[in-house]
C-alpha cells in the first residue's frame, strides 16, 4: 500500500480526540512530501540534526515534534522552530529549552517522558520526578515553556497484558500530575502508542500517538 493509502487507513481508526505524529525518521524528504500531500501536517523526528534538515526542505506549515532522547547541547538547533518536545527528562534540560525558546521569544510545548517500561534501556523519570518538577521554586521562572502532557514507551513484548498495564500506569500518572500542575487547563496530552500498539494505548486513553512503519513502510538502518 502507498504512503498515502496508510495514512488514510490509520486516520480512519483513529477517534477524532487523538492525534496523529507521523514518525519519518531516516525516511527520505519524497515520503514526507507524500504524507504531507495526504494532508499530514504532524511529523515526528528522532535526530534533532535531521529534523532540522527536513524542516529547512519542507513547507513551513509542518509542525515538528521531536519524540526522541534529547542532548542539552543540540536544543539550540531546533528551538526556533520545533513544535512539541516529547522527550522532557529532567528539569536541566528543561531549563535549557526555556532558554534557547526566550532567545527566540518562543514558548515551546514539552511533555515530560515518563519511564514505563521494565526495559533499562528506555529514557524517561519516575512520577515523583516529574512532581518534583512542577513544584520546584524554579518552575514559575520558565516562561518560555509550557508543560502540556506526557509521553511514555511500553516495554518492546508480545506481551499484552504488560503492555496494558505499562498504559495504564502512564494514565494513573497523568491524571496525579495534573491535579498537581499549576495550570491544569493545558495538561491534555499523553503520547503513548506506536505502530504495534496505539489502538490497545487508545484504549487506556492515548491522545497523542506516534506512528512510523504502519505509514512508511519498515526503517532499514
Ligand atoms: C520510532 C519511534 C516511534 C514509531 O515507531 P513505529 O513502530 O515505527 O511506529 C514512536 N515513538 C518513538 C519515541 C520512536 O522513536
Known amino acids: 500500500m502507498s504512503i498515502q493509502q496508510n495514512l488514510n487507513h490509520i486516520k480512519e481508526t483513529l477517534p477524532e480526540h487523538v492525534t496523529l505524529v507521523a ?11 507524500e504524507a504531507y500531500e495526504a494532508g499530514q501536517r504532524i511529523f515526528g523526528e528522532n535526530k534533532i540534526q535531521e529534523m532540522a534538515e527536513k524542516h529547512e526542505q519542507l513547507p513551513k506549515d ?14 539550540k538547533y531546533m528551538a526556533g522552530f520545533v513544535s512539541l518536545i516529547h522527550g522532557v527528562e529532567n528539569e536541566k534540560l528543561l531549563n535549557e529549552i526555556n532558554k534557547q525558546a526566550e532567545k527566540h521569544n518562543r514558548v515551546i510545548d514539552c511533555l515530560l ?55 495504564n500506569q ?12 499549576p495550570k491544569p487547563e493545558q495538561f491534555n496530552t499523553i503520547s503513548m502508542g506506536m505502530s504495534g500498539d496505539y489502538p ?18 519498515v526503517r532499514n538502518y
Open 170 to 181: 502512564l494514565k494513573t500518572i497523568f491524571k496525579s500530575l495534573k491535579i498537581e500542575h
Open 23 to 33: 514518525v519519518s525518521k531516516t525516511k527520505p524528504i519524497s515520503d514526507l512530501l
Open 113 to 167: 517522558q515518563i519511564k514505563i517500561a521494565a526495559e533499562d534501556s528506555k529514557f524517561g523519570m519516575t512520577a515523583v520526578e516529574a512532581s518534583q518538577i512542577l513544584h520546584s521554586q524554579n518552575f514559575p521562572e520558565l516562561k518560555h515553556i509550557n508543560i502540556v502532557g506526557v509521553m511514555g514507551m511500553a516495554t518492546f513484548t508480545e506481551n499484552e497484558s504488560q503492555i496494558k498495564s505499562e498504559f
Open 62 to 75: 509542518i509542525q515538528w515534534h521531536m519524540i526522541g532522547h534529547v542532548q542539552r547541547n543540540k536544543v
Open 200 to 217: 490497545l494505548a487508545i484504549a487506556c486513553g492515548s491522545t497523542m500517538v506516534r506512528i512510523g512503519s504502519s505509514i512508511f513502510g
